[in-house]
């Protein structure tokens, strides 16, 4: 006899609860699976709308305008690349440096700020590039980027080429003469040159540096085509702290970049009225020192230090003042900094 096993309905009862449960379980865990994903990527998308906020308040093109320090790459050597790198890390955005491999390692600071860049985010844009190029009386004869037998114009379009080309770039945002020739002839001879460069759409700007001749940069100013955006001295009493060429860049819209700012001043940042009031504002002597050049509204001094401390209180009164934070409040403020500095007029 054929027994046939009759099915339990309690087990087939229990069995379809717990499928059910399964499927619901299923059901609830495949939502907070979706919830998760959903939530991961609004978190990034919200932190790559902040990366990009925070790339643009801290992009060149957004602080032009602004007060701001420009970071001097001179005497670094073979660790240019790392001090430049560093330096953007810690918010410099405009970076300083010439064709002159005796005091400038231009290949280096072209790695520097481009390694930095990848980090960071950054992109050309971002950065504000300015070099010089220098006439051989101020090159190594042994290590000339260019064929001093050539013609002065030959020379400048070699000097431009290389630059380019050590800064991994194609176009330059300033291009400045490192210092003018013996004669306004031959000094326009080069500029006509870089003037050149200007017309093509390669270089922004032009400017000047180590003249402190008030009557040749007037020269040179009046037959100069595209006239020069910047002057770019050594800031110091032995110059009387350029006080007409300072005047003259004023009623000329020229920016004046201040080089050598902090060693040619020890004296006076050592002095205790200035130490007090860095203090109370929360600066070192030489971050006040810095904003009050920045408080003239039309300095940008250079900073070219290697220490990462120093970099960070730099880019922080930078930031200060671009938040719109005053030091100086009022002329006499300004005028009684001067004072101790020993500079004559502002």
């Known amino acids: 006899m054929v027994r046939v096993r009759r099915q339990n309905n309690y087990d087939m009862g229990f069995l379809k609860e717990i ?25 990034l998308n919200q932190e790559k709308k902040m990366t990009t906020m925070m790339v643009a308040a801290h992009s060149a093109k957004t602080l032009l305008h602004k007060p701001h320090l420009i970071y001097g790459t ?30 400038y390692n ?7 700020w481009t390694a930095a860049a990848d980090e960071l985010g950054l992109t050309r844009g971002d950065l504000w590039l300015q070099t010089k190029f220098t006439p051989f009386g101020g090159q190594d004869p042994n290590n000339c980027p260019y064929d001093p037998n050539d013609p002065i114009e030959d020379q400048v379009r070699t000097s431009l ?3 380019l080309k050590n800064l991994h770039t194609d176009y330059l945002d300033s291009w400045v003469m490192h210092s003018p020739y013996r004669s306004v002839e031959e000094t326009m001879q080069a500029w006509k040159t870089m003037e050149e460069a200007v017309d093509q759409g390669i270089v922004r700007q032009l400017g ?22 910047v002057l770019q001295n050594r800031f110091y009493s032995d110059s009387n702290f350029d006080t007409e060429l300072r005047q003259f860049c004023k009623e000329h819209g020229i920016h004046y ?83 101790i500095l020993g500079m004559p007029d502002l």
């Open 208 to 229: 000047m540096s180590n003249c402190y001749s008030l009557d040749f940069f007037k020269e040179f100013y009046d037959q100069a085509r595209h006239k020069p955006a």
């Open 106 to 112: 231009e290949p280096g600071v072209g790695n520097g």
């Open 257 to 339: 970049q201040s080089f050598w700012t902090l060693g040619a001043n020890r004296k006076a940042l050592r002095n205790t009225a200035i130490i007090d009031a860095a203090n109370s504002l929360g600066l070192t002597p030489e971050t006040y020192m810095f904003a009050f050049l920045m408080s003239l509204g039309y300095i940008n001094p250079l900073s070219g230090t290697t220490s990462e401390l120093h970099m960070a209180q730099d880019v922080a009164v930078m930031e200060r003042m671009q938040g719109g934070e005053v030091f100086f409040s009022t002329e006499t403020d300004l005028r009684n900094f001067a004072r």
């Open 161 to 163: 080429r290389t630059s």
């Open 19 to 43: 499928t059910l449960q399964r499927h619901y379980l299923h059901l609830i865990l495949g939502l907070v699976i979706l919830l998760c994903i959903t939530s991961y990527q609004i978190l």
């Open 74 to 103: 001179a005497w670094k050597k073979d660790a240019t690349a790392k001090y430049v790198a560093q330096a953007v890390k810690a918010g410099f955005r405009f970076i300083d440096t010439a064709c002159q491999p005796k005091h």
